[in-house]
Every structure is written in structure tokens, then in C-alpha cells.
């Protein structure tokens, strides 16, 4: 039932395909010290586009990510990934909306540190349970990257921005519809970061992948289709 | 079992110490359900293959010291042997002797005492080598009398009183009492013994009436009222499993090696809890990212809990090779020493099972954690 449901609503939407955000407020806390996260935010970003959202820290930027990426849930609002109402759905399918349609490339790669740089992507593809067809073929797309010759190599054997390449890498093998990136270049220097965030458009481009990327850093915006800013929870573009 | 199997590899000294902590306990548990099984078929293998299903012994009597203290007599017999569901009823001697064997070497012997041609009675088929019961002074004893270099046709004199009893018979197997060899001897030669009654001295006839208890077989498929007979022939009657605690230090062996069981298990199951608390807290991090990624509680759970079985089985089955290799090599010796499949069996579930239980309960935190702590931000 609810698969039919989501399939309709997916081919209904073609034209709403990506994300987007309606009046999407978030208030953390509880009793006194209550904190707005988020206040009022309006968001499209269509497949296909880099956006890049900046602000200063503890201006919520994490928590548009959180809420886009389905793992905390508005205090009001509506969020539509490819036209599916996200917050309609319960806790077990929003984790496998999570595994299927949205990617996470978080601070540092955050990688696995059981597993070599081709076990990231499979992993990944297996906690989707994606089983050959619909997946991107996890050593073309190392190769891709620019990883294919480190492939067997675990995170602890790998340079910063290498381990963000394969964290981008296994953020994709799953072609998810939503790219959630999180502070990608906090850990790289200067040269490294240009080539990660290159990487990130390029893919987006490439995949029409709708792709909403925080940072910091505003060196590497020029990469960026769309940069918006946030602060006290509020957007402006 | 996807990210099981490679942080299996991984973290493969952590997972080997504690691998290795989970054998040894494997290896301690084989030895003492073999030490466990030894003593129990020292101090009552010779009861357990009797076809019995109870003893009546003399009213009143204490069950640590019934077969030393108690008596009974004929008409008590005669009161059981008509009572509803019995099917067998018999005097039963018993009495532990010391003795001298053919080349003045001590012998210690558990007579049985048992009237010829009786339900108790060792019969042709139990017997491996010579006759059943024959001759007043003939005895059957248990194989591992051979162990004494006793044999066939040897003669063992009774100490202070000087009966000579001559092996004529020699039973399947183990038959032991109190760790001491069963000799299975004719009714009126066991009274006279038990009575203290020197070789070929008078006796008073009245010692030919009584033993130590009565031997009793239910009739198939029926239970015997102990309540009743006991009323009617003045005894106290136990089950034969009951009369085990009557053989000389059984109680209080298998009580202390159970205990020292016991504790073994529960020490198991908490060192591998412990474990997988720790490993859990450790990847913390990790099973957000996971989390985040999309993986359900139930993919996650499912993964501990497969890594925690094959850790405990490796590590079970290794240490419980090495413990029965030991055990080998202590068969051969004096030792009371018997590894028996079923106990060894129902240990290593035990080990498995509770170790399990103890990695459930760790790994239960898998579900609280939260997949936004995978966000950097959020820390």
C-alpha cells in the first residue's frame, strides 16, 4: 500500500522533483531553555543544483540538514523529497527512505573504520539492500572519484581528503535524489578542498542530484550554483 | 552480517582476548563436568545399575547415612512385597569392608549383599567373565576390581574376621559404591559379615533375618505408594536417585562442583556482556553513521548478535576441544574422570546460550542511539 502510494506521488511530481522545505520550524529544548533552530524556512533545491548554505555556527545549518535528511522531525512545516511528503511517513520507512533516496556525506568522511574504501560503498549498498541493478558499480565509481588505486586501504590508512572522496563516493553508489553534505572541507587544506567541493558539483551535475552542502568555508562557494545564508534559524539568499 | 564479519577481522586481537577468556572457561567447564561425572559413577554407578526403583530403608532413618545405619527384616519384606505396584521386592546388604588380596595387598570392597536368584541379583548376561552369584563364598565384582590386579578365581580374605571371599564373577563395566569397587555376595555370607561373625565361628540365627534395606521394583507403568507402604511395613522409603545422598561424601561433591558451575556460567555471561557493552560504547559513532545511512535497529542488532555467536561458538567449541583433549589424558589416570557427551553437550549451550543473553543485553543500546549525532554539528 504504501509503496504504491509513494510511487504515485513520485510520478504525480515529476516537476517537484528534489527537495522542499515549507515553512519548516524547528524548536529544541525543553521547559525554559527552549532554542529556535529553525524559524519559517522556505527551501527548494531542484535536482541538479549545488546549493551551498552558510552561517556562522549555531545558526542551524545542521539542523536543515537533519530535518531534510528525515532524522529529526519539524516542530511544523512540510518537507517533499521528489514529491513524497516525508514527515508522513513512520520511523521504519523514513529510515528506508533514508537508505534509498537521500546520501550523507558528513565531517571528515566519517567512514567506517572496520572497513576498506570498497566495503564503504558496499556497505552501503547492502544496508540498502540494493542487489546489483539499481546501485552504481562501487569500483567504476571509486574510479571516479580518483580512489580506484587505494580501494583496499581503511580509513586510517587514508589522507583527509582522500577519506572525504570516498565518503562522497559511498554517498553516491546508491544514486540517492537527495545529497546532504556537512561541513565536507572542515578537515582539508585549501588545494583539497577545492577538489572535494569540484568533486561534489561535478557529481551533482553529472546525476542531477539535488545536493544541499554546509559549510564554512566560503573559499570554495565559487563551486556552488546557489549560496544562502542562514542565521538565527532564518534564510536569506 | 555484512560489517560483522570485517570488524571481526578488524579488531580481531580484541575479539581474540576475549575469544580466548570464553575458551578457557570452556576448557575449566569440560574438566569439571568430567571430574562431575567421574565421581558420580565413583559413588553410585554400583546403585544406578541396579533394576530398582526405591529402597526401603529401617524407620526413621537419615538419608546421609541410611545404607551404614539402617536395618530391616523379613516380615518387613513380606509387608512390601504385597504392596500395590511393586512388582519386586528384595533384601539388600550393604556393607564396606576392608580385605586382603591374594598377595596381602589391601583391598576395599562395597558388599552387596543379595539373596541368589533375587531381582537384585547380578545375572549371567551382566557378567563379562566367570559365573552369576554361586557357592556361599563366591563373589561378583565390578570390572574395575581388575584394576587391583584381582582376577578370576582370586580370593580376598576379610580383614580382623577372616572370611575368604573368591572371585567368581566378574560385571560389565563400572560398579562402584562411595568410590569403592561393588562385590556382589551371597545373602547369608553378607549377614554374617555384617554381623561381624568370624570365619567358621557360630552364629546367633536371628542375624540371618535382617539387611539393610528392601529392594524395590515398580510393576511397568505404575508408581509405588510410598506413604502406604511405609505405613504398613514401619520403613522410610526413597527413590533410588534419593538413595544416591546416602553413599558416602556424594552430596557434598556434587554440590561443590555445581556451585563451582554455576558460577562459571554466570562469570561467562558477564565477561562477554561486559565485552559487548564496551565494544558497543566504542562504536557508538559508528552506528550513528550507520543509522544515518539508513540502516534499521533491527539490521543492526541482528549484525551484534550474529558477531557475538560466532564468537562464542569458535571460542566454545575451541576451548572445549582442548578441555577434552586434557580429559583424555586423565582418563587413563586414577583420577575419577568421565567426559560423557550429554553433559558436555548442555554445557556448551549454556556457555553459547548465556553468553548470548549477556551480548543482548549490551547491544539493546544499539536502538538508543541517535542517528543526528553522526552530524557533525550536533555533537
Redesign the interface.
Known amino acids: 500500500m504504501t509503496n504504491t502510494a509513494e510511487q504515485l506521488a513520485g510520478r504525480a511530481s515529476r516537476t517537484t522533483e528534489g527537495l522542499a522545505l515549507e515553512h519548516v520550524s524547528l524548536t529544541l529544548g525543553d521547559g525554559d531553555s527552549t532554542v529556535t533552530a529553525l524559524d519559517d524556512v522556505d527551501l527548494t533545491v531542484p535536482r541538479g543544483e549545488l546549493l551551498a548554505v552558510v552561517g556562522p555556527s549555531g545558526s542551524g545549518k545542521s539542523s536543515l540538514l537533519a530535518v531534510a535528511g528525515a532524522l529529526i522531525a519539524p516542530t511544523s512545516g512540510a518537507v517533499h523529497l521528489d514529491g513524497v511528503d516525508v514527515l508522513a511517513l513512520k520511523g521504519g520507512r523514513q529510515a528506508a527512505l533514508r537508505r534509498e533516496r537521500i546520501g550523507f556525506v558528513f565531517q571528515s568522511g566519517n567512514l567506517l573504520p572496520a572497513l576498506t574504501a570498497m566495503d564503504q560503498l558496499r556497505f552501503a549498498l547492502h544496508v540498502a539492500g540494493v542487489r546489483g541493478t539499481p546501485g552504481r558499480d562501487p569500483r567504476d565509481l571509486l574510479e571516479q572519484v580518483g580512489m580506484g588505486h587505494k580501494a583496499g586501504r581503511r580509513p586510517h590508512e587514508l589522507s583527509g581528503g582522500e577519506r572525504q572522496r570516498v565518503g562522497i563516493a559511498r554517498a553516491l553508489v546508491t544514486t540517492p535524489g537527495l545529497l546532504l553534505v556537512d561541513e565536507p572541507t572542515a578537515a582539508l587544506d585549501r588545494a583539497r578542498s577545492h577538489e572535494v567541493v569540484e568533486l561534489l558539483a561535478a557529481e551533482t551535475h553529472e546525476h542531477g542530484v539535488a545536493t544541499v552542502m554546509v559549510t564554512h568555508d566560503h573559499d570554495v562557494l565559487e563551486h556552488c550554483d546557489r549560496v544562502v545564508e542562514m542565521e538565527d534559524g532564518r534564510l536569506s539568499a | 552480517m ?2 560483522a564479519w ?2 571481526l ?3 580481531r586481537a580484541r575479539f581474540g582476548l576475549m575469544g580466548g577468556v570464553v575458551a578457557l572457561i570452556a576448557v575449566l567447564v569440560v574438566m569439571l563436568s568430567g571430574l562431575s561425572s567421574g565421581l558420580v559413577n565413583d559413588g553410585v554407578s554400583g546403585l544406578k545399575k541396579l533394576p530398582v526403583s526405591a529402597f526401603a530403608f529401617g524407620e526413621d532413618t537419615a538419608i546421609d547415612s541410611a545404607f551404614s545405619r539402617s536395618t530391616v527384616d523379613r516380615d518387613q519384606l513380606a509387608q512390601w512385597a504385597d504392596q500395590d505396584g511393586v512388582a519386586e521386592a528384595a533384601l539388600f546388604g550393604n556393607q564396606l569392608v576392608n580385605g586382603e588380596g591374594p598377595h596381602d595387598e589391601p583391598v576395599d570392597l562395597a558388599l552387596f549383599g543379595v539373596e541368589a536368584g533375587s531381582f537384585v541379583a547380578p545375572s549371567a548376561e551382566d557378567v563379562i567373565e566367570g559365573t552369576a552369584l554361586s557357592g556361599e563364598n563366591g563373589i561378583v565384582v565390578s570390572e574395575t576390581v581388575t584394576d587391583l590386579g584381582l582376577g578370576l578365581g582370586d580370593t580376598v580374605t576379610i580383614d580382623r574376621l577372616g572370611t575368604e571371599l573368591t572371585v567368581v564373577g566378574i560385571l560389565d563395566g563400572q560398579h562402584t559404591f562411595g568410590h569403592v569397587d561393588v562385590a556382589y555376595v551371597p545373602m547369608g555370607t553378607w549377614q554374617e559379615i555384617h554381623a561381624g561373625i568370624p570365619e567358621g565361628a557360630e552364629a546367633r540365627p536371628e542375624i540371618y533375618d535382617g539387611a539393610t534395606a528392601i529392594a524395590l521394583a515398580s510393576a511397568s507403568g505404575e508408581d509405588i505408594d510410598r506413604a502406604a507402604g511405609d505405613a504398613a511395613a514401619a520403613t522410610t522409603t526413597v527413590s533410588l536417585e534419593e538413595s544416591f545422598d546416602g553413599s558416602p561424601g556424594y552430596a557434598a561433591e556434587t554440590l561443590t562442583l555445581e556451585l563451582i558451575q554455576v558460577f562459571l556460567y554466570a562469570i561467562s555471561a558477564l565477561v562477554v556482556g561486559a565485552f559487548f557493552m564496551v565494544w558497543t560504547i566504542q562504536r557508538k ?2 552506528i550513528a ?8 535497529t533491527g ?1 543492526l542488532v541482528r549484525d551484534a548478535l550474529g558477531q557475538a555467536a560466532v564468537v562464542l561458538v569458535v571460542s566454545t567449541v575451541a576451548g572445549m576441544g582442548v578441555g577434552v583433549g586434557f580429559g583424555a589424558l586423565l582418563s587413563s589416570s586414577p583420577m575419577p574422570f568421565a567426559l560423557e557427551a550429554a553433559p558436555l553437550a548442555a554445557a556448551a549451550v549454556l556457555l553459547i546460550g548465556l553468553g548470548l543473553v549477556g551480548a543482548a543485553a549490551s547491544v539493546g543500546r544499539i536502538a538508543r542511539v541517535d ?2 549525532t ?5 555533537r
Not at chain 2, 289 to 296: D, L, Y
Open positions: 555484512f560489517l570485517r570488524e577481522w578488524f579488531a559513532h559508528e553513521v550507520a543509522r544515518a545511512m539508513g540502516a534499521s539490521y542517528p543526528l553522526a552530524l557533525g554539528g550536533q
